[in-house]
T-cell receptor
Framework: ETGVTQTPRHLVMGMTNKKSLKCEQH?????MYWYKQSAKKPLELMFV???????ENNSVPSRFSPECPNSSHLFLHLHTLQPEDSALYLC????????????????FGEGSRLTVL | GDSVTQMEGPVTLSEEAFLTINCTYT??????LFWYVQYPGEGLQLLLK?????DKGSNKGFEATYRKETTSFHLEKGSVQVSDSAVYFC??????????FGGGTRVLVKP
């Protein structure tokens, strides 16, 4: 079983749909992240959670709503998206967010490829 | 703020050729530096890292040396294979907890 699992791998949705992306990590990590990867743009950090608490929201539009019910699961709820939101959404985790022991290494899932029509 | 600049791709080369991907950074303090690789259809994975000046990170035949004087962390491999075709991301972690990524460099190795 891979360390970080994302579902679905591919999602096509209309602008009025509501859908959710799911991420699960089996590594015992305490911090989880959502990144957006668009063509020809740098990787964009969207949200950071540490021990289930959101520690960073990088000016993400409210049509993206994250949820972290526990340290192993992270969701991204999608509503009323725009075509420019089409991208690969990557989930990542790390052992710690801060302090000793955080080597800076993130463990990524394979991503959810989202297409908004 | 912190930033990472990578050479733009795509970089196309033949098998067994020498690969260099340039990376320079701007950061406060003394950052840790990383190279991540993304193979087709996969997420990013850590390739190598260096945590202080003059450190050399290495893995899978790739190497990068932390050069504080030139604020660089160039990635090199002496003889690439088709399986090295991927997107390579340089990243830094400075004061605070956020990893800052470069824009990525796509590498295509042809047989």
């Amino acid at each position: 079983e891979t360390g970080v699992t994302q579902t679905p791998r591919h999602l096509v949705m209309g602008m009025t749909n509501k859908k959710s992306l799911k991420c699960e990590q089996h590594l015992g990590h305490n911090a989880m992240y959502w990144y957006k990867q668009s063509a020809k743009k740098p990787l964009e950090l969207m949200f950071v959670y540490n021990f289930k608490e959101q520690t960073e929201n990088n000016s993400v539009p409210s049509r993206f709503s994250p949820e972290c019910p526990n340290s192993s699961h992270l969701f991204l709820h999608l509503h009323t998206l725009q075509p420019e939101d089409s991208a690969l959404y990557l989930c990542a985790s790390s052992r710690f967010l801060s302090g000793g022991g955080n080597t800076g290494e993130l463990f990524f899932g394979e991503g959810s490829r989202l297409t908004v029509l | 703020g912190d930033s990472v600049t990578q050479m733009e791709g795509p970089v196309t080369l033949s098998e067994e050729a020498f690969l260099t991907i340039n990376c320079t950074y701007t950061a406060t303090g003394y950052p840790s530096l990383f190279w991540y690789v993304q193979y087709p259809g996969e997420g990013l994975q850590l390739l190598l890292k260096a945590t202080k000046a003059d450190d050399k990170g290495s893995n899978k035949g790739f190497e990068a040396t932390y050069r504080k004087e030139t604020t660089s962390f160039h990635l090199e491999k002496g003889s690439v294979q088709v399986s090295d075709s991927a997107v390579y991301f340089c990243a830094l972690k400075a004061a605070g907890n956020k990893l800052t990524f470069g824009g990525g460099t796509r590498v295509l190795v042809k047989p």
